[in-house]
């Protein structure tokens, strides 16, 4: 669709809405806008300054009709409003449509999958400006890719780290380089089905052509067919519940391979590259105590690669979060079985699903105990934590019970630490 002087609705004023807005005012299109929380008064004065209109949220139908195509909030469930399909914009299609004429005709490299993601779009990120070429962020990285078409810019690769959401009603997209990290159930509450999440993700090499390339480990090879030209990462973990740096690395060198690009660049990189912050990150110690914070784990693969990582020396865990319709059950049993049987001291739950958490550590004959709040989880903590222990926040589930976003998980649990770390003089 041709987008200029069109009739624009925006669903959503989060990242994606507001990076939107200056993108379609270029294009001079008449916005229109719905969100269903409440907008402050500065929000409001501020879209009315911009020449938006704000609909009232009881108007959804009349909104979606009132608009020749309407972009979307990854967080909104369309399926049931499968009648106005028609309309969805796509981030994804946008940006292919318009990245040649704003952005210099860049290499296109997007990244999806279950876990991961972020690490290997900083890492490439950082690989490939080592190497001395322009780059551009993008997605479900914290920057909504719409804001990058703002002002015109030369690159010479763009890199757009994807969720199903942002995928799932795409298009038209084809990126010249497709990297589909790994698959594990989650957003089941969303997606409805393992299978409906798999395809969403899938997406990502629905359109590529001959000349392109998808690049995949040997899980992701077995279920997708595609036109591009395929490279299978030789993962030495491909077929366990664990994720690794290592396998990060693999396919950071088959992404460069894609791209000709010689391997040396990866490794002389990687000696400065800073791993993601709520990443098994190291907080401090508290009285002998070593202290983690792996907040940006909301799947149980994620906690049971942290555990793995840590498991010379006992654990007390953190578990808490929702499941997203993800079962839990067999969490605790799979690091029974994969890593040190014996690793696991303690096992603290917290917050909308502790007491459920609690019942699967009993099942496993691990010592456990519920609590209502991130709060009483550390304090329970440190209480029963011994010097030479490691208390590691890994929660296997969103953060949304209790939270904004994972972040602010990971920054509150910081925060506590560092309070903690004052009273007892262990800073």
């Not at 940006?95 to 999806?112: D, E, F, N």
Request: with cysteine.
């Amino acid at each position: 669709m041709e987008l200029a002087k069109k009739k624009i609705g925006i669903w959503g004023y989060g990242v994606t809405g507001k990076s939107a807005i200056p993108f379609f005012k270029q294009l001079g299109c008449e916005i229109g806008l719905i969100e269903k929380k409440s907008l402050t008064s500065e929000e409001q004065a501020q879209l009315a300054k911009d020449g938006i209109t704000l609909w009232p949220y009881d108007q959804l139908e009349q909104f979606l009709m009132a608009h020749d195509a309407v972009l979307t909030s990854g967080s909104i469930d369309l399926r049931p409003y499968h009648q106005f399909s028609d309309r969805w914009l796509a981030e994804v299609d946008i940006m292919q449509a318009y990245a040649s004429q704003r952005l210099g005709s860049p290499k296109v490299i997007a990244i999806t999958g279950t876990v991961g993601k972020t690490t290997i779009t900083r890492l490439l990120a950082h690989i490939l400006r080592y190497a001395g070429y322009r780059v551009a962020v993008g997605g479900n990285i914290g920057v909504g890719m719409l804001s990058l078409l703002h002002e015109p810019a030369t690159y010479d690769y763009l890199l757009l780290e994807l969720s199903s959401y942002q995928l799932e009603i795409s298009r038209s997209f084809t990126p010249d380089v497709a990297l589909f990290t790994n698959f594990y159930p989650n957003h089941l509450d969303r997606h409805g089905s393992e299978q409906n999440y798999f395809d969403a993700k899938a997406k990502i090499f629905a359109y590529q052509r001959s000349d392109q390339w998808a690049v995949m480990p040997p899980s992701i090879a077995a279920k997708i067919t595609t036109r591009a030209q395929k490279i299978i990462a030789p993962l030495n973990h491909a077929e366990t519940n664990t994720v690794t740096y290592p396998e990060n690395i693999a396919l950071c060198q088959a992404t460069l391979q894609a791209l000709s690009l010689n391997q040396q660049f990866m490794t002389d990189a990687c000696h400065t590259f800073e791993r993601d912050e709520h990443r098994l990150e190291m907080v401090g110690t508290v009285a002998g105590v070593a202290i983690y914070n792996d907040s940006k784990s909301t799947v149980p693969q994620a906690t049971i690669a942290a555990v793995h990582a840590l498991q010379s020396k006992p654990i007390i865990l953190l578990l808490g979060g929702v499941s997203k319709g993800v079962d839990r059950s067999s969490l605790l049993s799979s690091i029974q079985q994969s890593c040190n049987a014996q690793c696991l001291k303690t096992v603290i739950c917290f917050g909308a699903e502790a007491n459920e958490l609690h019942q699967f550590a009993q099942k496993t004959q691990i010592s456990s105990v519920a609590c209502s709040t991130l709060d009483e989880a550390w304090s329970h903590a440190i209480l029963v934590a011994q010097p030479g222990d490691q208390v590691l926040l890994s929660p296997a589930g969103a953060s949304f019970d209790l939270f904004k976003d994972y972040q602010e998980r990971g920054n509150m649990f910081k925060k506590l630490v560092h309070q903690t770390q004052r009273e007892k003089g262990s800073l």
